[in-house]
């Protein structure tokens, strides 16, 4: 006889497919069913209904864990396709983006530019956002730390606050109208503490962290002050985060100011570690590379904005042969006119791929001949951003599809769309084709965030006019005719 079901009980019945996230053999689960009880995955298997079980017909539908974006700036969302940054690369598009506008950014402005992006993440089947905000200056009328928890939690998604700003500035600011002022260190030290006592949550499926996250470390803090960023985060039991190496640019610059590499200057700073990783790593030696793996220091590799930049493609195969956690973020929209999770596994998948084959050889010039397809399958990319950002983030009872697991969950149905007719293996559908996948059902925790690809009481149509209302005020706050 069957027990009952619980009052909290979901079966999603019939999949064609299921990819759990993690690794090896173990990355294609036969299902077709799975079972959700009180938030957490129950069951995996071929299942009959409890009594009075709620079921969801999921023929035709592949199911994936929850999507984890380890690296995002929620307020670049309302910064795509800015003419003077399109063609440029970082620094000068730093410069006429994102530092030009970002003074024109008001509490509404900011929450809307949040709102947009975390609905953007959730209608790709993203669960956990760890958003890099450095939007801080002294004297700001409005929290936008508070605001970016109060956004996720309307939408009912996890969010890792990565706690920006800096003490420095590049000086890119410099003859701007626009400038903000840097925080002193105690403030921003101040805040870390108030924001850790208020929102961090140490629990391995937290809905709320926080991580001491400095904008950039060659660039935001002197290195003293970088250490004392380190010393209160460990203290405090938060994460580090922070871009790095994401262009030559870090390379000539930390070679001028400190005669090492970025990776050996954030060594010497007490800045790696399983507890710290790094937005993009696309520029690195060999040796920085290994001390990575070393320390066990992780990646969010964020393939789309690196490509928009023209940074590069980060060398994701060798740092996870030598031991780097890796990751995927989908970076800020200003430089990712795409900042879904669909979007940005498709093009990891590909770019470590192009990477592979752009390094070849022909065998009559001394080389081995043609490669690089083997170089990310479609199971690697969805542990990266699954399992990987979970890792990274210090979340282990979410990023995977096994029984215990808190019930993060994307349901995707491959019958309303013709790119996904024809699969001979409809589990690679969502990664492999591209485009953006519907998604039948969102799960955060257990409970329904995405119902047939709609988020329930959100007004699509007003949320776009308020979007084009809110463009046109930044580009007339900073001067654009």
């Known amino acids: 006889m069957s027990e009952p ?43 009959d209904p409890l009594p009075g079980e709620h079921v969801v017909d999921a023929r035709g539908c592949v199911i994936y864990p929850a999507w984890v974006n380890t690296h995002h700036h929620l307020f670049q969302s309302l910064l795509k396709g800015e003419p003077q940054g399109l063609n440029a690369t970082l620094t000068p598009w730093l410069a006429a983006t994102p530092y030009r506008f970002r003074s024109g950014f008001d509490e509404h402005h900011f929450r809307l530019a949040a709102r947009i992006g975390l609905v953007e993440l959730a209608l790709s089947g993203c669960a956990t956002v760890a958003d890099h905000n450095y939007l801080y200056h002294p004297g700001m009328p409005f929290d936008t730390s508070a605001i970016l928890f109060e956004e996720a939690e309307r939408l009912g998604l996890r969010m890792v606050l990565c706690r920006g700003g800096a003490t420095i500035t590049r000086q890119l600011e410099a ?8 925080e002193t260190l105690d403030s921003y030290l101040a805040d ?33 002050e970088l250490r004392e960023c380190a010393a209160l985060a460990r203290r405090l039991g938060l994460r580090l985060h922070s ?55 992780g990646i969010a590799h964020c393939p789309q904005s690196n490509g928009r930049l023209g940074s590069g493609i980060a060398p994701l195969q060798a740092l996870e042969a030598a031991g780097v956690p890796v990751s995927i973020g989908v970076d800020g929209a200003a430089s990712n006119e795409a900042a879904d999770m669909i979007s940005e596994t498709h093009a990891a998948w590909l770019m470590q791929r192009a990477k592979g084959g752009e390094a070849a050889v022909a065998r009559c010039r001394g080389g081995q001949g043609e490669a690089g397809a083997d170089a990310a399958s479609v199971d690697d990319v969805v542990r990266w951003a699954t399992a990987g950002g979970a890792a990274v983030l210090g979340l282990p009872r979410i990023g995977t599809l096994a029984t215990g697991q808190a019930a993060d969950i994307a349901v995707y149905d491959l019958s309303r769309n013709p790119r996904h007719f024809g699969l001979h293996d409809v589990g690679i559908a969502p990664v492999a084709s591209g485009g953006q996948a519907h998604l039948r059902r969102l799960y955060v925790g257990g409970q329904e965030r995405v119902r047939d ?16 209302a809110a463009v046109q005020a930044l580009k007339t706050a900073a001067g654009v005719a």
């Not at 140490?202 to 002197?222: E, I, L, Q």
């Not at 690809?453 to 084009?468: K, V, Y």
């Open 175 to 182: 003859d701007l109208p626009q400038a903000l002022r840097p």
């Open 192 to 224: 870390i503490e108030r924001l850790a006592a208020r929102y961090h949550d140490a629990a391995p499926d937290a809905m709320r962290r926080v991580v001491v996250a400095p904008t950039t470390p060659p660039f935001s803090m002197r290195p003293g």
């Open 453 to 468: 690809g709609a988020i329930p009481g959100l007004d699509m149509a007003e949320l776009g006019a308020q979007a084009r």
């Open 243 to 297: 871009h790095l190496s994401e262009t030559v640019g870090y390379q000539d610059s930390v070679f001028a100011q400190h005669a090492t590499s970025p990776v050996r200057f954030c060594e010497s700073v007490d800045w790696v570690g399983e507890d710290v990783w790094f937005a993009h790593l696309v520029k690195l030696d060999a040796e920085e590379i290994a001390l990575l793996g070393a320390t066990r220091t």
């Open 5 to 47: 079901a619980t009052a909290q009980s979901v079966l999603i019945q019939g999949a064609d497919a299921i990819l759990t996230g993690l690794p090896g053999a173990a990355a294609r689960h036969a299902g077709p069913d799975l079972r959700m009880e009180d938030g957490r995955i129950a069951a995996l298997g071929a299942l």
